[in-house]
Structure formats: C-alpha cells, structure tokens
C-alpha cells in the first residue's frame, strides 16, 4: 500500500498558475503509474491527467489539455500537477492515485488506481 498526500492547492484567478504536489511513501514509488483526479461539487470524480511509472508516457483530459502538465520525480517519491491558465471550472478537489504498475501505460479510469490521497481544494475565483 501507499500512502499519498497532495498538497498545492489554494485560491486563485482565473488565468493564474498553481502547481499541485503528490508525495509518496510506503512502497517503491518508482514501480506505479499515477494519476490525478478531481471532484467538483455535485458532479462525479473526472480523470484530469496520468503518468506512466517511469514519466515516459502521460495522457490528460480534454478539458485540461495544453493548459496542465503531470511530471514525477521518482528520487523524491512525488508526482506533481502544474496548473496554468486556470479557469472557474476548473474549480474541484484534487485527488493524486496510484497503481503498481510496470507496464508503459498510464490509465484514466479512477477504478484501475488502488491507493487515493485525500485530496487538496483547488478555487478559481472569475
């Protein structure tokens, strides 16, 4: 099992930057693939973005695509989430998951992931 914790989150407006932080520990974290998540209020968990264990492969929703970036420093046992142009929808917590996974795959389904974090609130005020 890993634990996670996400921090980085906060408020800021529309059309700024934050950067999201994902910080592993109790297994070897450079064996997972993982992901991030988010949750607005009254609407369903969305896949927002995903890392293959060794960072070579990385996929992100629609939604979010060329205004996020997932990267992982595997010495530091953390994956991060960079935020740019950020907009009201945007608006969620955050969610950082992980899978034992090998493989060069990255995953966008919330049920493939084993371990969640707890989550860090993310306000985009307009």
């Known amino acids: 099992q890993v634990q996670l914790v996400e921090s980085g989150g906060g408020l800021v407006q529309a059309g700024g930057s934050l950067r999201l932080s994902c910080a592993a520990s109790g297994r070897t974290f450079g064996s997972y693939a993982m992901g991030w998540f988010r949750q607005a209020p009254g609407k369903e968990r969305e896949f927002v973005a995903g890392?293959?264990?060794?960072?070579?492969?990385?996929g992100y929703a629609d939604s979010v695509k060329g205004r996020f970036t997932i990267s992982r420093d595997n010495a530091k046992n953390t994956v991060y989430l960079q935020m740019n142009s950020l907009k009201p929808e945007d608006t969620a917590v955050y969610y950082c998951?992980?899978?034992?996974?090998?493989?060069?795959?990255?995953?966008?389904?919330?049920?493939?992931?084993?371990?969640w974090g707890q989550g860090t609130q993310v306000t985009v005020s307009s």
């Open positions: 890392i293959s264990w060794s960072g070579g492969n990385a």
């Open positions: 998951a992980s899978r034992e996974d090998y493989s060069p795959n990255y995953y966008y389904q919330s049920i493939r992931y084993d371990d």
